[in-house]
């Protein structure tokens, strides 16, 4: 259910909205490769999509250390190049190309994947939570407009 619904996790900022649709349409899909490989007893992490756009806004909103620019350029270039089209023969240019992370990196990237994943399952059961409060309160609304008055003063 979350796949569809669940929000997309980015820094707060107010960068959200220039996420492009091709990143949005790629996290859905992982979201979907996740839920089918989550019953293997892996632990559930969000998806490089959205661990592309988490550090995407970070980095329009504060400038990053080396570990996570890194980290970026890692993530960013295999996000992009299982997009990009291969006719196209546009590719990552090599003074930025990240072909691997060293362990400690890997693991801040583990931990920022986890840590998203996480967030986004709270933030699906508050939003669920607030839902169910409203209904209640509609419906002790409905209830009391239906009880007739014993004492009319």
């Not at 632990?43 to 620019?69: F, H, K, N, V």
């Not at 295999?78 to 990196?105: F, M, Q």
Request: glycine letters at 6%; a neutral charge.
């Amino acid at each position: 259910m979350g796949v569809f619904s669940d929000p997309i996790i980015v820094f707060p900022g107010g960068w959200g909205d220039t996420l492009p649709e091709w990143l949005k349409a790629r996290i859905t899909l992982e979201r979907l490769i996740e839920n089918v490989r989550s019953p293997k007893g892996e632990r559930p992490m969000a998806g490089d999509a959205e661990a592309c756009a988490y550090l995407y806004t970070t980095a329009l909103t504060q400038p990053l250390c080396s570990d996570w620019t890194e980290i970026y350029l890692y993530i960013a270039g295999k996000v992009y190049e299982a997009h990009r089209s291969k006719v196209s023969g546009a590719t990552v240019p090599d003074d930025i190309k990240v072909e691997s992370l060293s362990n400690y990196r890997e693991g801040l990237l583990r931990e920022l994947k986890c840590w998203i994943y996480e967030k986004r399952i709270r933030e699906r059961q508050e939003r669920n939570r607030a839902e169910k409060r409203q209904q209640r309160g509609e419906e002790l609304t409905l209830a009391k407009e239906r009880q007739p008055a014993l004492f009319q003063f």
